[in-house]
């Protein structure tokens, strides 16, 4: 399977921006989707998760509120859009796939296949 992360790039503080991630070799309805950002210097760090069906989600206290994460099934691409965005934010965003359907885990070991990552950045 492979994952391909898009639509990261300069966005100004407390504007928007929406990541995609496209996912090939396998239905994306096979997985449970999460993303991660790691920003220099910083661990990689749990952002959102959802469930195979996109009946259930989570997200990290730091972006609880000004968050969505949502995906397409049919169109094999997940989704996470970002509001009010803060100079915090800015890092790269990774999306990852776990074979566990239902998990909304925030730990990365539970994530099997990961993307390339696609950079945010944050200006004044």
């Known amino acids: 399977v492979q994952l391909q992360a898009s639509g990261g790039g300069l966005v100004q503080a407390g504007g928007s921006l929406r990541l995609s991630c496209a996912i090939s070799g396998r239905p994306l309805s096979s997985y449970a989707m999460g993303w991660f950002r790691q920003a220099p210097g910083k661990e990689r760090e749990f952002v959102a998760g959802?469930?195979?069906?996109?009946?259930?989600?989570a997200y990290a206290d730091s972006v609880k509120g000004r968050s969505t994460i949502s995906r397409d099934n049919a169109r094999n691409t997940v989704y996470l859009q970002l509001n009010r965005v803060k100079f915090e934010d800015a890092a790269i965003y990774y999306c990852a796939a776990s074979n566990h359907p239902y998990s909304r885990s925030s730990s990365p070991s539970e994530y099997d296949d990961w993307g390339q990552g696609t950079l945010v950045t944050v200006s004044s």
């Open positions: 959802i469930v195979w069906s996109g009946t259930m989600t």
